[in-house]
């Protein structure tokens, strides 16, 4: 039972033996600073069951704990604020409890039922950029942090790989391309990703040839020629026919391989694979069900729609009248297939920017409509868009930062920062590049995913990386110190000593209290689907080391007993933050 639990217990057996009167619950909060105590009663709520003036019924509910409970040594009572001090037994308790946990905060598994969650999920017309940078990021995390929690977890993504946006690149590489293949210096996502630019560069000059020509722009961004023949290119795709599917797959295939290093070089994985391609053809199998069972209506011109109006929302076509596929029909076909393929799916997790908020609505509605019960557990991870202080990216105009060029001059900069501290000079060259790496991942990351993913992220390389305030690399270079005091450590604690009749330094007490929250934290952020929990957690906690290490010796304590605490106490601090950045997706060093 945590402290927390153990206090609102003794607080309503208070209540029920001083005013014969049942709390539901206790409301807590953290002790401010300014005053003695340790863990902090919210007296006011209880005036609904109680009544009377909330200090003296702080003061009585006080006392009543001080005669009754043994881990309770002192309280005082501002206004409605009962701030209650705990005897150090049970943070000595706690501590041993924990100390030698390398995995502490994480929980085994405990729900037969597993959630699929979804990141990526790119278009293969283009790399991946800044942006698709904070979708895998949070997706990756989330699962992580999901599994910590004690979920069963599925990571996966649905790649766009049909549609008139694939076939602008691929029409596009046919009129200009000249035969050009990926090379070691131009990866295949950018040498697609480069046709598209080239198509939409082809389609604005048509687009004012036609304006000259006396069409309004309305007439003449539907009638350039170029749009016409992608539109051709896609019914003649969604037919097979063998010339359109052929170029298809090459250019698939070149993107395919470009992401996968992508991927690698950012440190994210996936579980399972799926491809619009193919359950494009699944949705429109239940497209046709639903027509007969009356989800959805067909129109005169033969496009089929789902009226949503009942529900506050609008009508969605989910058929075009050509009979092509919308981006709808893919969706609802993923979501079934995935079912079909891990029938232990209770969940999924979409991990899909904010301008996506009604389509997951309506997605998540029809899936209702279509009587299947586990479309209740499916959440839009929605979030902000990152901007660059240039402003917003457009990838058809190629002003899009890209993810491998951000990832390399994320390495950079760490070098840069770090040559100029001078902290490396007993590094070999190999060495000085895996940190360089390490430091950069670690302040992109950590300044993505400290953000609340609903927010919007203005994001500055240069004050990410910065080795003070709340960065990654700050938090990786505490870990490294840590890791140097234990090296340097004699203490000869063993795994099985037990800490007991220390009387605590006010920052050791703090650093415990904090590592005492970690579960929750871990529960909390898988709850929200917030990454953010767990970073600014992490943050605390390393604020509050540091605190403890500048004014406790630690290998200098005055007794050994006080020493091989403080090693084990820091040793502790180190396994946390480990833990924390892992679920995180970033890396520690050992040494910076």
Same mark, same amino acid.
């Given at each position: ?141 989330? %699962? ?412 200098? %304590? ?35």
């Amino acid at each position: 039972m945590s402290l927390q639990d153990t206090i609102e217990f003794q607080v309503k057996s208070a209540v029920k033996a001083l005013f014969q009167s049942e709390l539901e619950s206790v409301e807590f909060q953290a002790t401010r600073k300014e005053f003695a105590g340790d863990i902090t009663v919210v007296v006011f709520p209880m005036l609904r069951v109680v009544k009377g003036n909330p200090a003296i019924i702080g003061e009585q509910i006080g006392q009543y704990l001080l005669d009754h409970v043994d881990l309770v040594i002192g309280f005082n009572v501002v206004r409605g604020f009962l701030n209650i001090e705990i005897n150090d037994v049970h943070y000595l308790n706690f501590f041993n409890s924990i100390k030698d946990n390398s995995t502490y905060g994480y929980v085994d598994q405990k729900d037969d039922k597993a959630v699929m969650v979804e990141y990526s999920s790119p278009n293969t017309n283009k790399p991946l950029h800044l942006g698709h940078v904070r979708n895998v990021l949070l997706g990756y995390s989330v %699962a992580e942090i999901l599994k910590a929690s004690g979920k069963k977890v599925y990571k996966t993504q649905i790649i766009n790989d049909r549609g008139i946006h694939i076939c602008k690149s691929m029409l596009a590489y046919q009129k200009f391309g000249a035969n050009e293949t990926p090379t070691e210096t131009l990866k295949g996502d950018k040498l697609v990703g480069n046709y598209y630019v080239k198509f939409d560069q082809a389609y604005k000059a048509e687009i004012a040839e036609l304006i000259a020509q006396g069409q309004s722009e309305e007439a003449a961004k539907k009638n350039a020629p170029i749009l016409l023949e992608a539109q051709q290119m896609l019914i003649k795709w969604e037919a097979g026919d063998d010339a359109v599917v052929a170029l298809w797959k090459k250019m698939n295939q070149w993107v395919y391989d470009g992401f996968d290093v992508t991927y690698k070089n950012i440190g994210v994985d996936f579980d399972a694979y799926y491809y619009e391609s193919d359950t494009y053809l699944l949705g429109k199998e239940f497209v046709a069900e639903g027509l007969k069972s009356g989800v959805f209506f067909k129109k005169e011109d033969g496009s089929v729609w789902c009226d949503l109006t009942s529900d506050g929302l609008d009508e969605k076509i989910v058929l075009r009248s050509d009979g092509t596929a919308v981006y709808m029909t893919q969706d609802i076909g993923t979501a079934i297939q995935r079912i079909k393929d891990y029938p232990d799916v209770g969940g999924m997790v979409y991990t899909v920017g904010n301008e996506q908020d009604y389509h997951f609505k309506v997605l998540f509605l029809i899936l209702k409509k279509l009587g299947f019960d586990w479309a209740k557990n499916l959440f839009h991870l929605s979030y902000g868009m990152v901007d660059l202080p240039s402003g917003k990216m457009k990838s058809r105009e190629g002003t899009v930062v890209d993810a491998d060029d951000l990832i390399q001059e994320m390495a950079d900069t760490a070098e840069e920062i770090s040559e100029e501290l001078g902290k490396l000079e007993d590094y070999n060259q190999t060495e000085k590049e895996t940190l360089y790496k390490t430091i950069g991942l670690g302040a992109l990351k950590y300044y993505i995913l400290k953000v609340d993913p609903k927010k919007r992220i203005l994001f500055d390389p240069k004050e990410s990386i910065d080795f003070q305030g709340n960065t990654g690399p700050f938090i990786q270079y505490t870990y490294a110190r840590i890791q140097s005091i234990l090296r340097k450590s004699t203490s000869t604690s063993s795994e099985d000593e037990v800490f007991s009749g220390l009387t605590l330094h006010e920052k050791e007490k703090q650093l415990i209290k904090q590592l005492e929250l970690f579960p929750e934290v871990i529960q909390n952020a898988a709850e929200q689907h917030s990454p953010a929990v767990v970073a600014n957690y992490t943050y605390e906690l390393v604020k509050d080391f540091n605190s403890f290490y500048q004014n406790v010796s630690i290998l200098g %304590a005055d007794t050994d007993l006080e020493k091989s605490f403080r090693v084990a106490l820091s040793k502790s601090v180190s396994h946390t933050i480990k833990n924390a950045f892992q679920v995180l997706g970033i890396e520690v060093p050992e040494r910076m």
